[in-house]
Structure formats: structure tokens, C-alpha cells
């Protein structure tokens, strides 16, 4: 298996986690915690065992927010204007124009910060991503975020998920 590891070179921010393949399943969560290639986190593990279980590939695992942080409350009060613009280029190029399954995952922890629903408003329409189908799993929060892969029933579907409607309020 090879892997895909995009980070910073203090390790402090994570652009990319996963694998190589031709049809993966990519995830967005809100921000990285653990992760690294051969030692998953219980995100990225679940990821990986979803792209598994639905007939992927690969998987790859990305945020909303480049940033490590175990605990959400720890991201930075203002987005780092350097690693939101990092983060979009690896995204893009990644994506690259495919026509990928892109997991929307970020759950609640999108209120967070007030940064991050305008960052994955920034995201979402990237050109190199808009031949994608968006997924969630399981009907949205009663806020109508995606929820995050640890905080839903396992029997969840994936559904789709109309990015151009979503707005996170």
C-alpha cells in the first residue's frame, strides 16, 4: 500500500492522509488530529474501513482546516491566511477535475471558530472539484451540517449531500 502524507515540516499542520488509488473515497473533516501513515487515528481509521466496506479503492482524509488539534478547542482563534491557502492547493490538487465521491464530514465542529464555514464555503467551490459528488452519512444534524463519521449510527447510508444549498447556519 502507498501512501499519501501531505504536512507541514514541523508536522503542526496536515494537508493529506490515505492511500493511492484510482477510485478512492475523500473525506473532509474539520481539522487533523493524529493521523499519520500506518498509525490511524479512530477518524482516519473509520474512514478507511468505510472506503473499504463501499468498494473503494483507497481513501484519503481531509479538513476544512489544515491545522493538528486533538481537541477542536485548540485551533487557532484566526485562520493562518498561509495554511488556508496551502490547504486549497493540495486540495485542488488532489482532486484535480476528477470525478471523485467527496464525504461531507465535518459535523458541528464546524461552529467552532467563525473561520470555518466560510473556509469550507471557499472549498467546496473549487473548480478542480466540481465534476464531484458530495456524500454525507445519514440525514444531516438538525442544524444541517454533515455529521462526523464518529457520531453516527454505524448502519448510516450515504446519502447525498447538496453542498450548493448548504450553508451552515
Request: hydrophobic residues 35%.
Amino acid at each position: 500500500m502507498k501512501w499519501l502524507y501531505e504536512h507541514t515540516s514541523d508536522n503542526a499542520a496536515r494537508y493529506i492522509v490515505g492511500t493511492v488509488g484510482e477510485r478512492p473515497l475523500i473525506c473532509f473533516g474539520i481539522n487533523p488530529s493524529t493521523a499519520e501513515p500506518n498509525r490511524l487515528d479512530p477518524t482516519v481509521n473509520l474512514v478507511r474501513r468505510q472506503a473499504e466496506e463501499r468498494g473503494y479503492d483507497s481513501f484519503v482524509m481531509l479538513n476544512v482546516y489544515p491545522q493538528r488539534a486533538t481537541d477542536p478547542d485548540d485551533l487557532h482563534k484566526a485562520p493562518c491566511p498561509v495554511l488556508q491557502a496551502e490547504n486549497e492547493r493540495q486540495i485542488a490538487g488532489l482532486i484535480d477535475g476528477k470525478a471523485y465521491t467527496l464525504w461531507a464530514a465535518w459535523g458541528a465542529l464546524i461552529c467552532k471558530r467563525p473561520y470555518l464555514i466560510p473556509l469550507v464555503r471557499r472549498i467546496i467551490v473549487l473548480s478542480e472539484l466540481q465534476n464531484c459528488q458530495w456524500v454525507s452519512r445519514g440525514k444531516s444534524t438538525k442544524d444541517g451540517h454533515p455529521h462526523h463519521p464518529l457520531y453516527v449510527r454505524k448502519e448510516a447510508r450515504f446519502e447525498t449531500f447538496d453542498v450548493g444549498m448548504y450553508r451552515g447556519l
